[in-house]
């Protein structure tokens, strides 16, 4: 699928400042690394930013393609460990200072996902640089991981605790389609797809813009560190795809039945098509088509006969759908840059092969921390809003003994059983400056 | 056992439950002290309404939250206020739309200087107050700006002044701790049907 939108209005933002990331689509197929960095030495971590700072680029021209590319973040225990001012420090906000492991409780990250079971080096006080390279092949790829590691190279006061590689044509571990729907990103100039939205205001997602309340959100100061920057939440998920297929083939006879089992919860097809567009059979002409793919609403589907209300996709961005409790949906959008890790394994492996596999989920927004924070307590591990009591997502909820998912229908199909198919391995907030705040903390 | 004389049955309780109610309301009469000795011994009903933590502030038992607030109100803000509840008769059914709350109330306290708020709700603090921002900000800001220093629903220290001026319960009960507003939508729908059906079946 053609990834890349169009531009088709003149963009408002201040692109050349902002990080390419924040407005540039994933590339498809994607090659990639996620590394975490501890600063040791306040002006050895000044002289990390002053040497990655040129292999940053800006979003202007976001929508041509790249070869590849880098983006840069901070944790707050990053921004302390390179030495900046106090009263700074104390302009961020409270979760974004107190770290995702402090919020496990209002993440809902308990038992098995529970930091205390969290991969080196998440929810320790050492995670303090994050930096992801994106590229569009394998030789982009390692042409620019070489030229990261160059930099990092002879360099005194910082120490590499994680290099993960990241890679998938388009397809997560599960074998469905993923990171194509994204939020309209007022100013940018990007084009309107079907179904898409209507453009949300800048300020939901760069630091600095009138946001949905017409005001700009809160941010760190002073102006030159906060504007044009946002916030990104990073969650490592071991995606158990085995016990998924099995799953499948536990409540369902033959491989239609089962793969419309798979689609009611996820409320896609593999191939991307929608249950609202596609309720009978997959549809791959649908799924490579970005001006179909989320051409539909939930308005004409109030009991979720074709999209269950507690599929994934209804619960993740419930569009146009009536719900149960009083919520604006534009001010929980999230501009989305997840990337899948290891081999995907086939619906017909049933046997846990124990290779690593699963889904790094990145979130980017002015309210990315307040919004996954939301999203974990109220649209992922609980299902009052749409009127399904204690009914979980049925993808990335931690599950309790005895769940259940419900298919609607005449009569509704009540699964019994329903696992947890992804756990936490561990997770960050951090803050990704803009070009003009990495020079300054820089100095 | 309840037929039991009272000092029995208070001493057939465990011995580290009977010297904590002792020491706690040393000057109860003992037909209670055994009462509230033998709920703390009934772990299951307990567990039922157990309290914890509504997020940042308040108490919250099964899925319920409370939250009582005491501001002072702006020169004239009790008139003003008092004029728009009489308008509506004291009615506040517009509320339905929020989906999560069991009922609010608003008292004035102190000659009309204060205003007393409190409400029960579903689900934690945080949530939804950035919902109210965006969607109900004419209704937040007409009630609540006649209280002393209200900086606006959209203000980023909005939160701020709500948590300071919080009152948390130190005791808080809820009948059905696990019913929701929605679930209540829901079963008083399901209960129309099933009455439907059985008057049809006769």
């Known amino acids: 699928m053609n990834v890349f939108r169009r531009l088709t209005r003149r963009p408002s933002l201040e692109l050349d400042d902002i990080q390419a990331t924040v407005l540039r689509a994933r590339p498809e197929p994607y090659f990639g690394t996620h590394a975490i960095l501890e600063i040791t030495d306040p002006g050895g971590g000044r002289e990390l930013l002053r040497r990655l700072a040129p292999l940053v680029p800006s979003a202007a021209h976001w929508d041509e393609p790249r070869a590849s590319w880098l983006a840069l973040a901070l944790s707050y225990h990053g921004l302390e460990a390179l030495g900046v001012p106090e009263g700074t420090l104390a302009s961020f906000p409270a979760n974004f200072r107190a770290g995702m492991a402090a919020r496990a409780e209002r993440l809902r990250d308990t038992g098995p996902n529970a930091p205390a079971n969290w991969e080196f080096p998440f929810g320790t006080p050492h995670v303090h640089v994050a930096v992801t390279i994106f590229a569009d092949s394998e030789t982009a790829w390692r042409n620019e991981v070489a030229a990261y590691e160059r930099q990092l190279h002879d360099l005194a006061g910082v120490r590499l605790l994680s290099h993960q590689d990241f890679g998938a044509t388009g397809f997560n571990v599960f074998g469905y389609r993923d990171g194509f729907s994204q939020p309209v990103v007022e100013g940018s100039g990007a084009e309107r797809l079907p179904g898409g939205g209507r453009p949300v205001k800048a300020g939901e997602f760069v630091l600095g813009y009138p946001s949905e309340t017409g005001q700009a959100l809160p941010a760190p100061g002073p102006d030159v560190l906060g504007r044009n920057g946002t916030y990104v939440v990073f969650r490592k998920y071991h995606s158990h795809v085995a016990a998924f297929n099995r799953f499948l083939h536990d409540n369902a006879r033959t491989e239609a039945e089962r793969e419309l089992l798979a689609a009611k919860l996820v409320g896609r097809w593999r191939s991307g098509a929608p249950l609202a567009l596609a309720p009978e059979a997959d549809n791959p002409a649908l799924g490579e088509d970005s001006r179909q793919i989320n051409n539909f609403g939930y308005r004409d589907d109030p009991r979720g006969l074709r999209t269950p209300l507690g599929s994934h996709i209804r619960r993740m961005n419930p569009r146009d759908g009536k719900l149960e409790v009083l919520s604006d949906v534009n001010i929980r959008r999230i501009i989305r840059r997840s990337t899948s890790y290891g081999q995907p394994l086939p619906a017909t492996d049933l046997r846990d092969d124990r290779e690593s596999r699963g889904l790094d989920f990145i979130a980017l927004g002015a309210r990315a921390i307040d919004n996954v924070e939301f999203l974990q307590s109220e649209w992922v591990n609980s299902g009052n809003f749409t009127g399904l009591g204690k009914e979980k997502d049925p993808l990335i909820s931690l599950q309790d003994k005895g769940a259940y998912f419900t298919v609607p229908g005449s009569p509704p199909r009540r699964i019994q059983n329903i696992q947890s198919f992804n756990t936490l391995l561990g997770g960050e907030y951090f803050f990704m400056p803009s070009l003009s705040a990495i020079n300054w903390l820089s100095r | ?202």
């Open chain 2, 1 to 202: 056992m309840s037929e039991q004389n009272p000092q029995v049955r208070f001493q057939n309780l465990p011995a580290t439950v009977r010297d904590r109610v002792n020491e706690a309301m040393s000057d109860a009469k003992v037909v209670f002290k055994v009462k509230v000795g033998e709920l703390l011994v009934n772990r299951k009903e307990t567990a039922e309404h157990a309290v914890t933590g509504a997020g940042r502030i308040g108490a919250k038992s099964g899925e319920i939250s409370e939250l009582t607030l005491i501001a002072e109100l702006k020169p004239g803000g009790a008139e003003r206020l008092r004029r728009f509840f009489k308008l509506i008769d004291g009615n506040l059914a517009g509320a339905g739309q929020v989906g999560t709350l069991h009922n609010m109330r608003f008292v004035f306290l102190d000659n009309d200087t204060k205003l007393l708020f409190a409400t029960a709700y579903d689900g934690e603090w945080d949530p939804y107050i950035d919902d109210f921002a965006t969607k109900i900000p004419e209704m937040m800001d007409y009630i609540f700006s006649n209280m002393e220093g209200w900086p606006g629903i959209t203000s980023p220290e909005v939160k701020e002044y709500i948590v300071t001026r919080q009152v948390p319960a130190e005791a808080w009960y809820v009948s059905q701790p696990h019913l929701t507003v929605a679930e209540e939508s829901r079963l008083l729908r399901q209960d129309v049907t099933l009455q439907r059906f059985l008057t049809e079946l006769n």
